[in-house]
Nanobody, 125 residues
Framework: VQLQASGGGLVQPGGSLRVSCAAS????????MGWFRQAPGKEREFVAW????????LYATSVKGRFTISRDIAKNTVYLEMNSLKPEDTAVYYC???????????????????WGQGTLVTVSS
């Protein structure tokens, strides 16, 4: 399984950016796809997850209403659309995949089996 994250860059506060995660190596039916982020000197934190089958989602409180996770089944790709970006959103963003079924564990990095390499998002004027 390979997860390839892309789309990071420099954006001004209040701006928008979309990062992508191209998945390959298996079918992801039954999997949950997650986005996490890690700022310098901080622990990796949960951003959002999406169930590949059905499309249900969950967001961290800090991004709810500003970020949207979605998928393109035909392209085997997961997206994170980020709007109203703030300097505190600056981080390396990682996509991940898990076959786990326990709802309460889906926000925990250690629950995920596969990880992409990360893409840097910098929010600065």
């Amino acid at each position: 399984v390979q997860l390839q994250a892309s789309g990071g860059g420099l954006v001004q506060p209040g701006g928008s950016l979309r990062v992508s995660c191209a998945a390959s190596g298996r079918t992801f039916s039954g999997y949950v796809m997650g986005w996490f982020r890690q700022a310098p000197g901080k622990e990796r934190e949960f951003v959002a997850w999406l169930r590949w089958s059905g499309g249900s989602t969950l967001y961290a409180t800090s991004v709810k209403g500003r970020f949207t996770i979605s998928r393109d089944i035909a392209k085997n790709t997961v997206y994170l659309e980020m709007n109203s970006l703030k300097p505190e959103d600056t981080a390396v963003y990682y996509c991940a995949a898990t076959s786990g079924k326990i709802y309460s564990s889906l926000g925990v990095p250690s629950s995920y089996d596969y990880w992409g390499q990360g893409t840097l998002v910098t929010v600065s004027s």
